[in-house]
């Protein structure tokens, strides 16, 4: 059986695969080419990231296959019920990036309370001509310790981010109408945890009254956060995008930095992903990265593997 990993598989996965019988594929092969590479190499499992799509005429288009895997969480670029409607399996990895987003979360959020995506743009240009203006103009930073972050979407990558911040010392607050209750249990080196229990909140609750909020939802038709939402956060609050592009509206989140309303905004993903607005890529008070919430080599190697693990149990099971 023949599995194409268009999107690439990390080693341990290759091997996980090859180990189980499998002839593994690695090309990357166009999007306009996908259709006929796949029907002439008789591919039965294409796994994608987020680049590839697969899309309903695709399927339609070839019979071989009877598997389509998304190394990560979100599949908005599957037609899923589609694809499973005509016999196929469909299958992700939801475990296996939790952690690296939850630590990319918070990446930016040191990095914003201390002005570093700003000092980090104005140090080389400047830093030797102005070290004293840019010291001044940087030491208002703020400590993460004690402040409150607040969670929308309260899954796997929320409850992991929860875990971060409890062991920075935050106060953690979550809203998500499909987990009414959540227990997070933060795990020690040595062996120890703690265990937190919270409840859901609204969301107005929660953007009324955390100091930083992070969004952990599935790509939607409508703005999860867009100006009504950035009305009731806090002043000087701040907001961290690492889910999907689309639920944040970035005009009124330009304006709302721009007015103040905000300090910053983090960025790993965006509306007009894979060209993102100038004024958002030119913005001084937004930290940005090029969606990597899962690009991480711990989390390539989970993901590889546990889907390694479930074509062998669906294609061979």
């Known amino acids: 059986m023949k ?27 166009a999007q306009e080419q996908l259709e006929t590479y796949i029907n002439e190499n008789n591919i039965d499992a294409l796994l994608v990231r987020s680049a590839t799509k697969v899309r309903k005429e695709l399927i339609d288009a070839c019979p071989s296959l009877k598997l389509i895997g998304r190394g990560g969480v979100g599949m908005d670029n599957i037609d899923v019920q589609y694809a499973k409607d005509k016999g196929l399996s469909v299958i992700n990895t939801p475990a296996s990036s939790s952690a690296s987003v939850a ?77 009414e209750k959540a227990e997070v249990k933060v795990d020690f080196f040595d062996g120890q945890e703690v265990s937190f229990k919270f409840e859901s909140k609204s969301k107005d609750e929660v953007l009324q009254e955390a100091d930083f909020i992070t969004l952990h939802v599935p790509a939607q038709k409508e703005y999860v956060i867009g100006k009504p939402e950035l009305e009731k956060m806090k002043d000087g609050a701040a907001l961290v995008n690492a889910a999907r592009g689309g639920v944040v509206d970035e005009i009124a989140l330009i304006d709302a930095l721009d007015s103040g309303k905000l300090a910053f905004a983090a960025l790993d993903v965006f509306e007009s992903e894979p060209k993102p607005e100038l004024k958002i890529l030119m913005h001084s008070k937004i930290s940005l990265s090029p969606h990597i919430g899962a690009a991480t080599n711990e989390a390539q190697d989970r993901i590889g593997i546990e889907l390694a693990d479930q074509i062998s149990s669906i294609l061979k099971g």
């Open 103 to 179: 630590e990319l979360v918070f990446a930016h959020l040191y990095g914003g309370v201390r002005f570093l995506y700003d000092a980090n743009r104005n140090m080389p240009l400047e830093g030797e001509a102005k070290f004293g203006a840019l010291k001044k103009a940087y030491a208002k930073g703020v400590e993460l310790r004690g402040k409150t972050l607040g969670v929308i979407g309260f899954g796997r990558i929320g409850q992991a981010t929860a875990k971060v911040a409890l062991g920075a010392g935050m106060k953690v607050i979550y809203s998500d109408p499909y987990m």
């Open 3 to 29: 599995v194409l990993a268009n999107d690439g598989i990390s080693q341990s996965g290759v091997d996980a695969l090859k180990a189980a019988g499998f002839e593994v594929i690695t090309t990357k092969v």
